[in-house]
């Protein structure tokens, strides 16, 4: 099992461009999170899904929109990018209940300039 | 969701045992405790979730007292591979929508 797959690993943008983070996972996780994780800082929750078709806001949502379309794939898009969004995403995923906890991927590393 | 602190970092020496402790006064009566792991450029790793009591597997052993308001993490004999950031989280993923990652504890480990 590959687990949680992200693509790209690497993107450097210009402000104003757009693009979309692809995670994948092969665990038939019901949760899917994206993160984004600054120097020196904890990883901040940016939206997540409780199942396919479904999406919410986390704590910094700003500036970032999600769907869920497939009950495997998490998609994470940058409408108009900005210098502030300079960051390493992590998407992650659970199962529900105890015994376990996330899964993460391997991040995307993003640099707007 | 219950709010976690932990020291922001620490020290230890190769090959010695390293306790990690965690806050979390306004834990609820169904919360697990779950530590992860995080090197540098990757994702964070699932080390141990508990309940109460002890939890032991072939990483790391997780102390939890019965009040539940605190939980350590023991980390045997670490080497330099251990050198890592450690997070505390309380909740459970499925049933907790949107746990928060914390700062974590930076953990150094010296020759």
């Known amino acids: 099992n590959a687990g949680v797959t992200q693509t790209p690993k690497f993107r450097v943008l210009k402000t104003g461009q757009s693009m979309t983070l692809l995670c994948a996972q092969d665990?038939?996780?019901?949760?899917m999170y994206w993160y984004r994780q600054d120097p020196g800082m904890g990883l901040r929750l940016i939206h997540y899904?409780?199942?396919?078709?479904?999406?919410a806001k986390g704590e910094v949502p700003d500036g970032y929109n999600v769907s869920r379309l497939k009950k495997q794939n998490f998609l994470l898009g940058l409408e108009s990018a900005a210098p502030s969004q300079t960051s390493v995403y992590f998407c992650?995923?659970?199962?529900?209940?105890?015994?376990?906890?996330?899964?993460f991927g391997s991040g995307t590393r993003l640099t707007v300039v | 969701l219950a709010k976690t602190t932990q020291p922001i970092s620490m020290d230890s020496y190769e090959g010695q045992e390293v306790n990690i402790t965690c806050s979390h006064n306004?834990?609820?009566?169904?919360?697990?405790i779950t530590w992860y792991q995080q090197f540098p450029s990757q994702g964070p790793r699932f080390i141990i979730q508990?309940?109460?009591t002890k939890v032991t597997n072939e990483v790391a052993s997780l102390f939890i007292p019965a009040d539940r308001k605190s939980s350590t993490l023991s980390l045997p004999r670490v080497s330099l591979s251990d050198t890592a950031v450690y997070y505390c989280?309380?909740?459970?993923?499925?049933?907790?929508?949107?746990?928060?990652f914390g700062k974590g504890t930076r953990l150094h480990i010296l020759p």
């Open positions: 989280l309380v909740g459970l993923p499925g049933r907790d929508d949107k746990i928060i």
């Open positions: 899904s409780v199942g396919e078709g479904t999406t």
């Open positions: 992650a995923s659970s199962y529900r209940g105890q015994g376990h906890g996330y899964t």
């Open positions: 306004n834990i609820a009566t169904n919360d697990y």
């Open positions: 665990m038939n996780h019901e949760y």
């Open positions: 508990g309940y109460k």
